[in-house]
């Protein structure tokens, strides 16, 4: 009998283990697709820009973001992960299908944060994001979820580096 006692709290602690792993690669989802589709929603308002530093810019994260969505998605789904947060039409292709309130794209550029603002806010994005992607890559359990953590983290690093010297010649051309 003591055994068995000893053998279920095993089963016991290992079944809590197995959980908090699937729902820690099942946050890193979540986060990583949140995060990837408000890359491209501000990516679609800057792609609007005068300034074509962020426009080409936008152009790269529209690109390197819509396809890093639509893997993360096939990964996951299959897996009961929800997906929801980057599953609607624009967080998969990068484009929006209208800007919010019907405005046109001049209202959408004028409304749009100045390319220094943008690109700001895209490093310290872009931080975030290398740390979410480093944590996973490092710790999480699911080895499909990690492979792609790893394989996207070179992209996320790339653009930072960009942005970074973006920054630097747009505020230097001001």
Same mark, same amino acid.
């Given at each position: 009998m003591?055994?068995?006692?000893?053998?279920?709290?095993?089963?016991?602690?290992?079944?809590?283990?197995?959980?908090?792993?699937?729902?820690?690669?099942?946050?890193?989802?979540?986060?990583?697709?949140?995060?990837?589709?408000?890359?491209?929603?501000?990516?679609?308002?800057? #792609?609007?820009?005068?300034?074509?530093?962020?426009?080409?810019?936008a152009?790269?994260?529209?690109?390197?973001?819509?396809?890093?969505?639509?893997?993360?998605?096939?990964?996951?789904? +299959?897996?009961?992960?929800?997906? #929801?947060?980057?599953? /609607?039409?624009?967080a998969?292709?990068?484009? /929006?299908?209208? +800007?919010?309130?019907?405005?046109?794209?001049?209202?959408?550029?004028?409304?749009?944060?100045?390319p220094a603002?943008?690109?700001?806010?895209e490093?310290?994005?872009?931080?975030?994001?290398?740390?979410l992607?480093?944590?996973?890559?490092?710790?999480?359990?699911?080895?499909?979820?990690? #492979?792609?953590?790893? #394989?996207?983290?070179?992209?996320?690093?790339?653009h930072?580096?960009?942005a970074?010297k973006d920054?630097?010649?747009?505020?230097?051309?001001?």
């Amino acid at each position: 009998m003591r055994n068995f006692r000893s053998s279920l709290l095993v089963l016991s602690f290992t079944l809590i283990a197995a959980g908090s792993g699937s729902s820690s690669d099942a946050a890193f989802v979540r986060a990583a697709l949140q995060s990837g589709s408000q890359e491209l929603a501000r990516a679609t308002v800057a #792609s609007n820009s005068t300034n074509t530093v962020e426009r080409q810019y936008a152009g790269l994260i529209t690109a390197d973001h819509s396809q890093a969505n639509q893997r993360l998605i096939a990964i996951a789904g +299959p897996k009961g992960i929800d997906t #929801s947060a980057g599953t /609607s039409p624009s967080a998969i292709s990068g484009n /929006s299908p209208e +800007p919010a309130g019907g405005a046109n794209a001049t209202q959408v550029a004028a409304q749009a944060p100045n390319p220094a603002t943008y690109f700001r806010t895209e490093i310290a994005a872009h931080k975030t994001g290398i740390a979410l992607f480093r944590k996973e890559a490092s710790s999480g359990h699911d080895p499909q979820l990690r #492979s792609f953590a790893s #394989s996207v983290l070179p992209a996320l690093e790339k653009h930072l580096k960009m942005a970074q010297k973006d920054l630097a010649l747009v505020n230097a051309a001001h």
